[in-house]
Nanobody
Framework: QVQLVESGGGLVQAGGSLRLSCAAS????????MGWFRQAPGKEREFVAA????????YYADSVKGRFTISRENAKDTVYLQMNSLKSEDTAVYYC??????????????WGQGTQVTVSS
């Protein structure tokens, strides 16, 4: 079992930045790929970014490429999402996720509780 706890959400003006963190724990947490998803009001949850276990590969949704950066510190079992040039359409609850490579970008088994990000225009 893997436990994920997000932090770092909040209210920011358009054009600003936020950094989300996700602390993982559990017997095999360091062996999984990690990802971020988000869900805006009235919309389905969508993939945002993912990073492989050795941090040698990253993946991004087209909507955030060039603005968001995912990274991880395996020694701390923590993954980050640096969000720059935020737009009002980035407003959503952001969820951390973990699973094997084949699932982390589509249907991961492990989820955090979510953290709210609100971008004011």
């Amino acid at each position: 079992q893997v436990q994920l706890v997000e932090s770092g959400g909040g209210l920011v003006q358009a054009g600003g930045s936020l950094r989300l963190s996700c602390a993982a724990s559990g017997r095999t947490s360091s062996s999984y790929a990690m990802g971020w998803f988000r869900q805006a009001p009235g919309k389905e949850r969508e993939f945002v970014a993912a990073i492989m276990r050795r941090a040698d590969s990253t993946y991004y949704a087209d909507s955030v490429k060039g603005r968001f950066t995912i990274s991880r510190e395996n020694a701390k079992d923590t993954v980050y999402l640096q969000m720059n040039s935020l737009k009002s359409e980035d407003t959503a609850v952001y969820y951390c996720a973990a699973d094997i490579i084949g699932l982390v970008t589509t249907n991961p088994r492990y989820w955090g509780q979510g953290t709210q990000v609100t971008v004011s225009s």
